[in-house]
């Protein structure tokens, strides 16, 4: 279940791959943030 959805936003560099082992170096602005809960309910005997 999904409980946050949000863009922090930050100026970054990251490497996106143009292929034939080529790479660009680009600014982003924002990074997206997913924050899931995973609730497992288990019964004792």
């Known amino acids: 279940m999904k409980i ?3 863009k922090l ?3 970054h560099f990251v ?3 143009k ?3 080529d790479v660009k170096k ?3 602005r924002h990074i997206d ?3 899931f809960v995973d609730v497992v309910c ?4």
Request: glycine residues 4%.
């Open 4 to 6: 946050l959805d949000f």
């Open 9 to 11: 936003f930050y100026k």
């Open 15 to 17: 490497f996106v791959d």
């Open 19 to 21: 292929g034939n082992f």
């Open 26 to 28: 680009v600014l982003k």
């Open 33 to 35: 943030v997913n924050v």
């Open 42 to 45: 288990v019964s004792e005997k």
